[in-house]
């Protein structure tokens, strides 16, 4: 899990609720990513940022918002907007260098009740 | 459309033996390609990570092999042991200037005494 936290590690949402999940990381790294598992399927990017006070959509962005205040932290907030959000969040951050590698969190599974 | 394809889907071998784990991709244009392991509820873990110019690359008891030309990726256990059980999840990168990472759906692996 190196240097990433997510918390917390399980989520119950009642239909109809926000709820924010929390990505910390103190590897020093500039971009930071959210991802979303689902079984059988392969992760989908949510958003992602490469700079502070900056983020940009991915493939799945909708029902979703993010912030990036700090370096350090990129929590993502599930709004009742997103319609099937019962899923394993995975938060990555992105070290730089010749393979741009992205380390992962231990993970949030969301379910909705 | 970049996809990655994986096979077997879901593998069962006795401890000890050996393994190998196949990976299919079309993406461009091609940066690299990452095997990643993922523990049952937790994140991804990189494996390995290979480029262009790479056609093996070891972690241990893991060995990764790339074919850029098929545009086939290998990944072989040796010796497996019962801490192997996991998913394995081939992920390659395309650079458009802006990285874009593809993911496999993963091949499930259980090590059995």
């Known amino acids: 899990d190196g240097g990433i936290t997510q918390s917390p590690k399980y989520l119950f949402r009642k239909e109809g609720q926000n709820v924010t999940l929390s990505c910390e990381q103190n590897l020093n790294h500039d971009a930071m990513y959210w991802y979303r598992q689902d079984p059988g399927q392969g992760l989908r990017l949510i958003y992602y940022s490469q700079i502070v006070n900056d983020f940009q959509k991915g493939d799945i962005a909708e029902g979703y918002s993010v912030s990036r205040e700090k370096k350090e932290s990129f929590p993502l907030t599930v709004t009742s907007a997103q319609k099937n959000p019962t899923a394993f969040y995975l938060c990555?951050?992105?070290?730089?260098?010749?393979?741009?590698?992205?380390?992962f969190g231990p993970g949030t599974r969301l379910t909705v009740l | 459309k970049n996809q990655v394809e994986q096979s077997p889907q879901s593998l069962i071998i006795l401890e000890g033996k050996n393994c190998t784990l196949q990976c299919n991709y079309t993406v461009s244009p091609f940066s690299n390609l990452r095997w990643y392991k993922q523990d049952t509820g937790r994140g991804p873990v990189s494996l390995t990570i290979m480029t262009f110019s790479e056609n093996t690359k070891s972690n241990g008891r893991y060995t990764a092999t790339l074919d850029a030309d098929t545009k086939q990726s290998s990944l072989h256990i040796t010796a497996s042991q019962l801490s192997d059980s996991a998913s394995y999840i081939c992920?390659?990168?395309?650079?458009?200037?802006?990285?874009?990472?593809?993911f496999g759906t993963g091949t499930r692996l259980t090590i059995i005494p």
């Open positions: 992920v390659v990168s395309a650079n458009f200037g802006n990285e874009k990472l593809t």
């Open positions: 990555a951050s992105r070290a730089s260098g010749i393979y741009n590698e992205q380390f």
